[in-house]
């Protein structure tokens, strides 16, 4: 029986494969009651709290929607207006909102923050995205993956662009702990550093998981389930990267020949937000400066029928739902 009262939420590297298909299959039951209309508040009077010291619409407001649906309470504090990392230490912080909430939302920067608001804090502490992963996220893309594809277990996934990041590190580490195939495609100097492809790789080993690195396209999406991938420059990164990645990058763009290579029934995933035309500020000013229509993915990819975006965008805030009532339920 999975009890994760208390626990906090910072890796999934953390969790065993039973737990994470807990907190599946309780975000699917969630799901159902919200699409069904059922009220389910077992965490009425309790309060947390939302620190975003990074940007973000999909995690602030899947955290905010969902606390609200199980009957709590939450404040967000943004990095303009509290007193965090600028005139209070990480760990005053921690022994301050532990008193006042039961919960603790961190987005931010060094994975090493949030484990030490974590060490401090006697409440769950949930990591928002740090520099080097992004938990919930992988919550929300596992639940889309099995609702479009069924079965999680044996699926190839590959992941395109920059795969040292969050978003990289988290997919192999969520397939490594699941039994899926996972290729990251991206030149060399892109792929996930070597300790942690180690450890996913004995992680593997128990679950007939696989991790594949190649710098060959056709041969990395050729018959995958799923092609994913992500922004090429991320949150916090310096304006002078944009240049070396697109031309680093470019070559690893999700297009229309890309996904006819992974085949008809591939789906198409990305966390968002996406380059997909030139419809944002940046994507306009990066697109008329370098010369691009856009980045990551073609528009016809980001359309297209095997596009499942908006799916995941929507299962963030069920898969959220389910972590804060497993952490902080009875
Ligand atoms: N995918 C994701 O984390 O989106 P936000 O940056 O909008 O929270
Ligand atoms: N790699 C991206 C993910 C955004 C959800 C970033 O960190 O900006």
């Known amino acids: 029986m999975v009890n994760l009262k208390g626990r906090d939420f910072l890796t999934l590297k953390d969790y065993t494969t039973e737990e994470i298909e807990y907190l599946l299959d309780l975000a699917a039951d969630l799901k159902d009651k919200k699409k069904n209309g059922i009220r389910y508040t077992p965490l009425t009077g309790k309060n947390i709290v939302l620190i975003f010291e990074k940007t973000s619409t999909r995690t602030r407001c899947a955290f905010e929607v969902a606390a609200a649906d199980l009957g709590m309470n939450s404040t967000y504090l943004d990095p303009s207006c509290s007193q965090i990392g600028n005139k209070e230490s990480i760990e005053d912080t921690a022994r301050v909102l532990g008193r006042m909430f039961d919960g603790i939302e961190y987005r931010g920067f060094g994975q090493e923050i949030v484990e030490e608001l974590a060490k401090h804090a006697d409440v769950p502490v949930w ?26 277990k044996g699926k190839k996934l590959t992941y395109m662009g920059d795969a040292r990041f969050n978003m990289g590190n988290s997919l192999m580490i969520v397939c490594a702990k699941l039994g899926m195939h996972f290729t990251a ?3 060399k100097e892109y792929f996930p550093n070597a300790a942690l492809v180690a450890e996913c790789e004995e992680i593997a080993k128990q679950t007939g998981a696989t991790i594949r690195l190649t710098e060959d396209v056709n041969e990395g999406t050729k018959n995958v389930d799923v092609i994913y ?18 031309r680093s990058l470019t070559p690893y763009k999700v297009t229309a020949d890309v996904m006819k290579n992974a085949g008809e029934k591939a789906i198409f995933m990305h966390c968002l937000p996406a380059y997909h035309d030139l419809k944002t500020k940046i994507g ?21 029928a095997q596009s499942v975006v908006f799916d995941e965008a929507e299962n963030r805030m069920h898969t959220i739902k389910a972590v804060m009532a497993a952490t902080l339920g009875d």
């Open 185 to 187: 495609c991206a030149p």
């Open 284 to 304: 306009k000013t990066m697109g008329e400066k370098y010369g691009f229509e856009d980045l990551e993915v073609t528009d016809e990819v980001f359309e297209s």
């Open 229 to 246: 991938t992500d922004v090429w420059v991320s949150m916090g990164e310096p304006a002078e990267v944009w240049e070396e990645r697109i």
């Open 127 to 152: 990591n928002g995205l740090t520099d080097e992963y992004h938990p919930t996220q992988m919550l929300a893309d596992m639940l889309t993956i099995r609702e479009h594809l069924g079965e999680l």
